[in-house]
């Protein structure tokens, strides 16, 4: 099999992978959330049924592009020609060649991940699994000794936040009939993903008193409760100016605008979404220690608190101390 022939097996795997996803759907209702948990109860591992399956063709098109590469590595290097004879020895040497060159811990992490899948895909899912955690720890270990530049997580003042979520209400005035400022409060009070409070928010997503439910990665539904100004104001602009509430890139591109105005820097609507997440983070510690708990128990609850609030798992220590900060 020539290099040509084993990217077009590649493409053809990875596209079955995707329509495993659309399959699935056809059976009835489903989420990634359920499909993580399904693979918590039964195998004690959240990604058991996610390997075999991609979701979106951005990923996809993202996962070819590296794989492509990885083969051209592989045939060059060890004379490899055809997809199932990809062994752990090849990816290693690829890893270790992309750490060399010096890339970037995201882009090392999204390499492994990419690396998983495929080995997925040639029935050798607990070799590439065990492969992707290895050189994940080994990762965060190289980003801890400062020795590949880690991910750039900005997280904007609370101060420069309410400077900008009113200078979106002000554009959103002069607009008329947006709703990017709302967005983007709800984003602050909920921890929100960005696409769970634009293109995904509709009436039906108001559940009262006071509780808006987001749908968050993966259809995972999560019931936040809000401050009642805002719920009001929400439910009073998709009653004038009908669903969903806001467009996902218009608000982005505007958020970017808005916080470059308040603060002279750019971030991203994440930054909300990591601010919010603080906040709750420390209102939880206090709230546990007035009750009497252990500082230590305080600290371990709240954070399992925090992200579980984002929509993962208690235990996700890796999402805590990208959110929080490595535990003290």
Request: with cysteine.
């Amino acid at each position: 099999m020539s290099l040509s022939q084993m990217k077009a097996d590649l493409h053809d795997r990875l596209w079955n992978a995707q329509q495993r996803w659309f399959d699935m759907q056809d059976e009835g209702p489903i989420s990634k959330y359920g499909i993580k948990m399904a693979g918590v109860r039964d195998f004690r591992d959240q990604n058991h049924y996610m390997r075999p399956i991609l979701f979106t063709g951005r990923t996809r098109t993202t996962y070819e592009r590296v794989l492509k590469g990885f083969l051209d590595f592989a045939h060059a290097k060890f004379g490899v020609e055809r997809l199932d004879n990809i062994d752990t020895k090849h990816a290693k040497a690829f890893l270790d060649d992309s750490i060399q060159r010096g890339l970037a811990a995201k882009t090392l992490h999204m390499h492994r991940s990419a690396l998983a899948k495929i080995f997925a895909c040639i029935g050798k899912t607990e070799s590439g699994a065990a492969l992707s955690r290895k050189y994940g720890a080994k990762i965060r270990e190289l980003v801890a000794a400062g020795a590949i530049a880690g991910p750039k997580r900005s997280t904007p003042s609370r101060e420069a936040v309410e400077r900008a979520i009113e200078v979106l209400r002000e554009w959103d005035e002069r607009a008329g009939k947006r709703a990017y400022h709302l967005a983007a409060r709800l984003q602050l009070e909920s921890g929100a993903r960005s696409i769970s409070v634009t293109a995904r928010l509709t009436k039906a997503s108001l559940k009262g008193p006071y509780v808006i439910e987001c749908k968050g990665k993966g259809g995972q539904l999560i019931s936040t409760s809000v401050s009642p100004g805002l719920y009001d104001a929400i439910s009073d602009h998709l009653d004038k100016a009908g669903e969903p509430l806001a467009d996902l890139r218009g608000y982005q591109a505007a958020w970017r605008r808005a916080i470059q105005a308040a603060e002279g820097r750019v971030t991203g609507t994440h930054g909300l979404r990591r601010l919010s997440t603080q906040q709750f983070y420390r209102s939880e510690y206090a709230r546990l220690l007035t009750s009497g708990v252990s500082p230590d128990d305080a600290r371990r609850v709240a954070r399992e608190a925090a992200v579980e609030r984002l929509g993962h798992s208690r235990d996700r220590i890796d999402q805590a101390n990208c959110y929080l900060g490595p535990a003290a």
